[in-house]
């Protein structure tokens, strides 16, 4: 018995890759990317070629668990689903009828998968009719998404990636896409094989793009608003705008003219972002003059204060130059709020009970110590996200996780640190073993994902779950309906999904959204704004009590400007991915830990010889929050000033227990309560003997 199944790689990557499994005999045994997906061609990344491996684990949460040490002592027996539903039921109960009522229990959940049923359907019914606090899920993209929304209006419309290849001129802003978006890049590549196009990258760090582009810009971390700004003063003063498309298209233009003319020239905006004069005029050139033009930006460049104003002022340069009048021209941000799925059908936020309290999951440390507004949180119920490891402000999180008197769920695939934690644990399933649809954020494809093989083991899924959970809370069995259902509801939203039917998407696997063959979203107009423009001024952000117009705003953590900070933590740190992990996922996997290797820092040379430090030394990383150890790679990736920690091992699997995030703040940026993951001023030293961890090498202590 043997069959080919196609899937959906699950996770939260703009590619949203198509996988054909093949199935002998109920078990998986080879996995390949889709020749004859129009964006995947065939291909998938180091990660997802190894899925079998994490599928088939050793290491996969197999029944039920309940704790039986202490917490974070990871100690468990296995339980039966029953008595862990009941567990669960009753616990909820006891708090939801208690002095604090419902809103003492929190869930927490992210985008372990992208799919649309198993991340954001059942689950959030669930917590909806109970009356539990909700979560605003900003940890990623919310600040990018506010100002680019302030500027251009809802739906993040942008470039269509099919019309790539077209382009002369490419600018990376913020995005290492040859590992975060590897699809995309082939179309770049392709651009600059078929026309010549030159491939810029912006970024504090030498990314594995930034090695293969034709340009690198080495901006200082948090200042590309500024640059951004920079780049409309030159333009605007050689004449270089497309003055047609701004008096047709946009608001606000004498007054971002004046604005830029007074308070960004050439030379101030050099001594912010660490560029030279001649760099920024040449790049303000080339984006004027040289069509058709994308700008890929991504949400690294606002993961700090003034992130969403970043985003913003990059917003603008498009319409400046009149670059979304061309195939390919424009902005890529995000395509996912081109899709018009019924997420209030899959979700049903009408179940929410007046005055409900919503908390951010930036400022989980704050909930579990009780520092927010409203009760404490007895209850936290975590799926698809592992807070231990990724969450801001890491000790603090940890101080909270392991209250006596909180009472957490973990639904997971593998012991992750966070569930060390838990006071119940339930095995999950992996994206074969469940069905799913999936939308995108990097194309423009609804794409349905096939159950390849049964769940293993006694793994369940998240619908099923809430199903089961619903079930014994005694809730309406008509919010819980199966999947087709909800597949049916999903597709019953706008006329660009509307028009794709259940049962043929079925049978296609994947089905371009109702859109032109080549997207070109604001070629004439049609922002969905207020005034229907590209707001250059912005009136609503006036009254929201933002700028209207595009600013520069400084990080919140400057060494550079601050003399206070700069004497005790001189180093502005940044925290991209690592291409073996994605966020922590695969961070317990064996093979790609031990490809991903140490933890490590990258540094400047003078910034290590100031500190007595050598290339492979451990070094300790910390501010008032916390400290981890990595060890010192010198590569020439950053200036001096700057470093560079990779990825998000898991803490339990990193000399001394802790990771990068014990080091960053759970503050928020200037709009969309984002993270300041990249705005995070340590000291890199020595250790002293002390505080050296007993193991030297990654996992000694397993």
């Known amino acids: 018995m043997s069959k080919t199944v196609r899937c959906v790689c699950p996770l939260d990557c703009p590619d949203t890759c198509s996988m054909l499994v093949n199935v002998e005999n109920g078990r998986a045994v080879a996995l390949r990317g889709n020749p004859d997906h129009p964006f995947t061609r065939g291909a998938l990344c180091g990660k997802m070629n190894h899925y079998l491996e994490v599928v088939y684990s050793e290491d996969r949460l197999r029944t039920p668990l309940k704790r039986v040490g202490r917490k974070g002592e990871g100690k468990f027996e296995a339980i039966s689903w029953d008595e862990a539903l009941d567990t669960i039921a009753r616990r909820f109960r006891e708090i939801a009828t208690g002095p604090h009522g419902p809103l003492?229990?929190?869930?927490?959940?992210?985008?372990?998968?992208?799919?649309?049923?198993?991340?954001?359907?059942?689950?959030?019914?669930?917590?909806?009719?109970?009356?539990?606090?909700?979560?605003?899920?900003?940890?990623?993209?919310s600040a990018g998404v506010a100002g680019y929304e302030y500027t251009v209006g809802s739906g993040r419309f942008g470039v269509d990636p099919y019309a790539v290849p077209g382009c002369r001129l490419i600018l990376n802003w913020g995005s290492n896409t040859v590992q975060t978006n590897t699809h995309l890049w082939s179309l770049m590549?392709?651009?600059?094989?078929?026309?010549?196009?030159?491939?810029?990258?912006?970024?504090?760090?030498?990314?594995?793009?930034?090695?293969?582009?034709d340009l690198h810009l080495s901006i200082h971390p948090g200042t590309d608003a500024a640059l951004a700004l920079g780049l409309m003063h030159v333009i605007f003063a050689r004449g270089l705008e497309d003055a047609d498309y701004l008096s047709r298209y946009c608001t606000g233009v004498d007054e971002l003219k004046r604005h830029v003319a007074e308070n960004y020239p050439v030379s101030k905006v050099a001594a912010i972002t660490g560029l030279s004069t001649q760099e920024i005029e040449e790049l303000a050139v080339e984006l004027a003059t040289t069509r058709p033009c994308l700008i890929r930006l991504n949400y690294g460049l606002q993961r700090h204060f003034g992130g969403g104003m970043a985003v913003r002022a990059i917003a603008c340069?498009?319409?400046v130059t009149g670059a979304w009048r061309d195939p390919g021209g424009g902005t890529l941000l995000t395509t996912s709020g081109t899709y018009d799925f019924d997420d209030h059908a899959l979700t049903r936020p009408?179940?929410?009970?007046?005055?409900?309290?919503?908390?951010?999951?930036?400022?989980?440390?704050?909930?579990?110590?009780?520092?927010?507004p409203g009760p404490p949180v007895q209850a936290l119920?975590?799926?698809?996200?592992?807070?231990?490891?990724?969450?801001?402000n890491q000790a603090k999180v940890v101080q909270g996780l392991v209250r006596d008197d909180l009472f957490t769920v973990v639904h997971e695939l593998f012991a992750t640190d966070t569930v060390d934690y838990a006071d119940i644990v339930l095995p999950a399933t992996s994206q074969l073993e469940h069905e799913d649809i999936h939308g995108s954020y990097g194309h423009y494809e609804v794409m349905h994902n096939a159950k390849a093989i049964e769940p293993l083991h006694q793994a369940k899924c998240n619908a099923d779950v809430f199903r089961a959970l619903a079930g014994k809370m005694g809730f309406e069995p008509e919010l819980f309906p199966?999947?087709?259902?909800l597949i049916r509801e999903a597709l019953g939203g706008g006329p660009k999904v509307r028009a794709i039917a259940p049962e043929d998407l079925i049978e296609r696997h994947s089905v371009r959204m109702g859109l032109p063959e080549v997207f070109m979203p604001y070629a004439n107009g049609g922002f969905r704004t207020p005034s229907g423009k590209c707001e250059l001024y912005s009136e609503r952000m006036k009254a929201d009590g933002l700028p209207p117009l595009p600013e520069y705003t400084p990080p919140a953590e400057n060494p550079r400007d601050r003399a206070d900070l700069r004497e005790k933590f001189p180093i502005a740190l940044v925290s991209p991915p690592k291409g073996q992990f994605l966020n922590s996922t695969f961070?317990?996997?064996?093979?790609?830990?031990?490809r991903a290797g140490d933890p490590s820092v990258e540094m400047h040379e003078e910034d290590a010889k100031t500190e007595g430090l050598t290339a492979g030394d451990w070094a300790v990383v910390e501010n008032d929050r916390g400290?981890?150890?990595?060890?010192?790679?010198?590569?020439?990736?950053?200036?001096?000033?700057?470093?560079?920690?990779?990825?998000?091992?898991?803490?339990?699997?990193?000399?001394?227990?802790?990771?990068?995030?014990?080091?960053?703040?759970?503050?928020?940026?200037?709009?969309?309560?984002?993270?300041?993951?990249?705005?995070?001023?340590?000291?890199?030293?020595?250790?002293?003997?002390?505080?050296?961890?007993?193991?030297?090498q990654l996992g000694a202590d397993r």
């Open 104 to 141: 003492a229990i929190l869930p927490y959940s992210y985008y372990g998968t992208m799919g649309k049923i198993q991340a954001a359907s059942l689950d959030r019914r669930f917590f909806h009719r109970l009356g539990a606090s909700t979560l605003g899920r900003t940890i990623c993209a």
């Open 189 to 213: 590549v392709e651009a600059r094989k078929n026309n010549g196009a030159k491939i810029v990258t912006i970024d504090p760090y030498r990314s594995e793009t930034a090695q293969r582009s």
């Open 317 to 319: 340069l498009p319409a």
């Open 350 to 372: 009408d179940l929410i009970p007046p005055g409900t309290r919503n908390v951010n999951m930036n400022q989980l440390a704050e909930a579990l110590a009780g520092e927010l």
């Open 381 to 392: 119920y975590v799926y698809n996200c592992n807070p231990a490891a990724v969450a801001p």
């Open 482 to 485: 199966d999947d087709a259902t």
């Open 587 to 594: 961070g317990g996997n064996a093979f790609h830990a031990q």
């Open 627 to 696: 400290r981890f150890v990595a060890r010192v790679l010198l590569n020439g990736s950053v200036s001096k000033g700057v470093a560079c920690a990779r990825g998000i091992h898991w803490s339990k699997r990193s000399p001394g227990r802790t990771g990068i995030n014990s080091t960053t703040s759970s503050g928020l940026t200037d709009m969309g309560g984002g993270a300041l993951f990249f705005d995070n001023a340590v000291r890199i030293r020595k250790p002293k003997p002390e505080e050296m961890p007993e193991e030297l």
